[in-house]
């Protein structure tokens, strides 16, 4: 679903054979790009609804791109990994020893992050392991961050050292988190103990 009128009302896009989307990434010209689980990359130009496939082969998980041409894809499927595009989508290139995962985030052109677990500070070309992290990531500022899996973690040296906040139990683990401010965040936790996929979300301590 998108929407207008500052989420007032929402659509459903005209996205032909799209099979469900797990990330989307709209730039500030208006362009986006979508991925999902049928193998594909969707790029929209010229309109809200008019969205068109760019890439198949692998499930991607997470799309981010850095500008109108250089942007990045990934998968946590094994022996795919990373690819970038510098043409605005129309090719892409493997980025050679990079590791796979579910979730891109760039603070700058050149610091990004594959989750909490991975950092480059050149732009995507090498990525290194950081000190703790989660499979999803989110940032405040440039300075401060979480990152989730079981766990909530936080940084403040721009994701170099995470430091546990939150701790579940069994396998019940965090899918998303947001924050507004440095003060005021939520994550949505998955509990199989209560045979659902979600149960409400909760705010967060921001501290240690």
Same mark, same amino acid.
């Given at each position: #679903?998108?929407?207008?009128?500052?989420?007032?009302?929402?659509?459903?896009?005209?996205?032909?054979?799209?099979?469900?989307?797990?990330?989307?990434?709209?730039?500030?010209?208006?362009?986006?790009?979508?991925?999902?689980? +049928?193998?594909?990359?969707?790029?929209?130009?010229?309109?809200?609804?008019?969205?068109?496939?760019?890439?198949?082969?692998?499930?991607?998980?997470d !799309?981010f791109?850095?500008?109108? #041409?250089?942007?990045?894809?990934?998968?946590?499927?094994?022996? !795919?990994?990373?690819?970038?595009?510098?043409?605005?989508?129309?090719?892409?290139?493997? !980025?050679?020893?990079?590791?796979?995962?579910?979730?891109?985030?760039?603070?700058?052109?050149?610091?990004?992050?594959?989750?909490?677990?991975?950092?480059?500070t050149?732009?995507?070309?090498?990525?290194?392991?950081?000190?703790?992290?989660?499979?999803? !990531?989110?940032?405040?500022?440039?300075?401060?961050?979480?990152s989730?899996d079981?766990?909530?973690?936080?940084?403040?040296d721009?994701?170099?050292?995470?430091?546990?906040?939150?701790?579940?139990?069994?396998s +019940?683990?965090?899918?998303?988190?947001?924050?507004?401010?440095?003060?005021?965040?939520?994550?949505?936790?998955?509990?199989?103990?209560?045979?659902?996929s979600?149960?409400?979300?909760?705010?967060?301590?921001?501290?240690?």
């Amino acid at each position: #679903m998108l929407f207008r009128s500052r989420g007032q009302n929402w659509f459903n896009p005209n996205t032909g054979n799209i099979g469900g989307e797990w990330q989307l990434d709209l730039l500030e010209d208006g362009t986006g790009y979508s991925t999902g689980y +049928d193998l594909s990359v969707y790029k929209r130009t010229g309109g809200l609804d008019n969205w068109g496939s760019i890439f198949l082969n692998y499930n991607w998980s997470d !799309v981010f791109f850095i500008d109108e #041409m250089r942007g990045f894809i990934i998968s946590s499927d094994f022996g !795919v990994g990373l690819y970038k595009t510098e043409d605005g989508g129309v090719s892409y290139q493997k !980025v050679e020893n990079a590791p796979g995962g579910y979730d891109l985030l760039f603070l700058d052109s050149l610091t990004g992050f594959i989750g909490g677990t991975y950092k480059t500070t050149n732009g995507g070309e090498t990525w290194y392991a950081t000190n703790g992290g989660g499979i999803k !990531v989110f940032f405040i500022n440039d300075s401060i961050g979480w990152s989730i899996d079981s766990h909530i973690y936080k940084t403040t040296d721009r994701g170099e050292n995470w430091f546990t906040q939150v701790q579940l139990g069994g396998s +019940d683990s965090f899918t998303s988190i947001f924050f507004v401010d440095s003060l005021n965040g939520w994550a949505d936790r998955k509990s199989t103990r209560l045979n659902s996929s979600h149960i409400p979300l909760s705010r967060i301590p921001s501290s240690a």
